[in-house]
């Protein structure tokens, strides 16, 4: 069964600070990993997807690196602001098309 | 491209009543998807479906849930009986046919179920 952690549950950070959101799978048999955010109460919005044969997106401030064999993935994200505060969750799709989630890693940047 | 949505929003209701949830997908997405997510967790998968055929149901779904897309459009998520376990955000998701595991899953807002 898969099982996906996250690391650390809560981060704060001052505003300017560049930071590492970790995420670790245990079945390396994925055919993708995404990042999602979700804000207090809402859906989730989709970050960056990496396919399984990828090692890295980026998107504006945002890269994310996938090791398939190591079974983890990070999220970077550069210059942190007061609007990237939210909770951010990492997803690994396998063969039955179901996403599985981690618990997430809640955000705050101080301004 | 509105997204998807799903209704209601919020629903308070009383242990063992019945409650229905709508979700609309994207247009033209054949791929619908239903997660649960308590708090401080993260979602949950319960059920996919693809077109009209529901391809696979969770341990999580109890007898007491189900769901349907009669027309492989829009779908509906019935749990009877509540019980305060059920209390969670029910999320929806969809994602097109062509990109298949290339594509994300697209997320609705989701709708809050509350038991009294």
């Known amino acids: 069964k898969q099982e996906v952690t996250q690391i650390p549950a809560a981060l704060s950070v001052p505003e300017g600070e560049n930071l590492v959101l970790n995420c670790s799978f245990t079945?390396?048999?994925?055919?993708?990993l995404q990042w999602f955010r979700q804000d207090p109460g809402k859906g989730l919005t989709s970050l960056l997807l990496?396919?399984?044969?990828?090692r890295e997106q980026t998107s504006g401030r945002l890269n994310a690196s996938l090791d398939k064999s190591s079974g983890r993935s990070t999220l970077y994200i550069a210059a942190s602001q007061p609007g990237d505060s939210a909770t951010y969750l990492c997803?690994?799709?396998?063969?039955?098309?179901?996403?599985?989630f981690g618990k997430g890693t809640k955000l705050t940047v101080n301004p | 491209d509105t997204g998807v949505s799903q209704n209601p929003r919020h629903k308070i209701t009383k242990r063992g009543q019945n409650v229905t949830f709508r979700c609309d997908p994207i247009?033209?997405?054949?791929?619908l998807y239903w997660y649960r997510q308590t708090l401080g967790q993260g979602p949950e998968f319960l059920t996919y479906?693809?077109?009209?055929?529901?391809?696979?149901k969770s341990r999580l779904l109890s007898d007491r849930f189900s769901a349907e897309r009669p027309k492989g459009s829009f779908s509906t998520l019935e749990i009877q009986r509540t019980e305060q376990g059920d209390s969670a955000m029910y999320l929806c998701?969809?994602?097109?046919?062509?990109?298949?595991?290339?594509?994300?899953?697209?997320f609705g807002p989701g709708t809050r179920l509350t038991v009294l």
């Open positions: 998701a969809s994602r097109g046919g062509t990109g298949g595991v290339l594509d994300t899953q697209y």
């Open positions: 079945d390396s048999a994925i055919y993708n």
């Open positions: 990496i396919q399984s044969s990828q």
């Open positions: 997803a690994v799709e396998g063969g039955s098309e179901k996403l599985v």
């Open positions: 247009s033209e997405h054949n791929r």
């Open positions: 479906f693809q077109n009209e055929a529901q391809l696979e």
